[in-house]
């Protein structure tokens, strides 16, 4: 969905004019990177058992590292389909990741609000897979169905960046009672869910449409 958007396709220029030239200085596969961005998936636990700003950055790293790998390939010719397919498995890993990150953020620091994160975070995780799943049962039937607003590469920037900004604002606005973080996490998760289901549904209206 980066692709499909004029900032998107910026950062993705700058992805291939700075970050690719030096991963292949360092000899580094599409392989490797792809691997690299499970691991940072990995430290999302941690980092948001830690504090929501870690956890926020650890997200953004993961992600950028995520879209290493594909401007590599094409820039070293090495694209293959074993590559496409590890890369779109892990992936699935890490949103399942970020969304456990997540939750533990809420154990740790929020227990009361632990029953209502839970709910929350399982109707995202669904969304999450659903946006992704339409996608791929779309192209597995011969059409491209890259809409809807909440694709994975807005859903990580979402996260990540809201994730820093709900640690910030308690700080600079610390008598605001819509300033309170975990107002503000539950706000963010909840828009997350509101935005991954609305571009499911979108998906499956633009595919239903076009399969008859």
Request: proline share 4%; hydrophobic share 50%; net charge positive.
């Amino acid at each position: 969905m980066l692709r499909e958007s004029g900032l998107g396709r910026r950062y993705l220029k700058w992805v291939e004019l700075v970050p690719v030239p030096f991963c292949q200085r360092l000899a580094l596969s599409p392989n490797h990177l792809t691997f690299l961005a499970l691991f940072f998936s990995l430290l999302i636990l941690p980092a948001y058992v830690h504090s929501l700003w870690l956890g926020g950055l650890a997200v953004l790293a993961a992600g950028a590292l995520d879209t290493l790998d594909g401007g590599l390939a094409r820039r070293t010719g090495r694209q293959s389909k074993t590559g496409a397919f590890l890369d779109s498995v892990f992936d699935r890993y890490s949103d399942f990741f970020i969304h456990l990150g997540l939750w533990l953020y809420f154990w740790t620091h929020y227990p009361p609000l632990l029953t209502a994160a839970t709910l929350l975070l399982f109707f995202l995780l669904l969304g999450s897979f659903m946006v992704s799943y339409t996608r791929a049962r779309g192209e597995g039937l011969g059409l491209s169905a890259a809409v809807g607003f909440f694709g994975r590469g807005e859903r990580i920037l979402t996260l990540g960046l809201g994730s820093l900004l709900a640690d910030l604002f308690p700080r600079l606005q610390p008598a605001a009672a819509w300033a309170r973080t975990e107002v503000l996490v539950l706000g963010l998760v909840s828009l997350l869910v509101l935005g991954v289901h609305l571009s499911a549904l979108q998906r499956i209206i633009y595919l239903a449409r076009r399969l008859r």
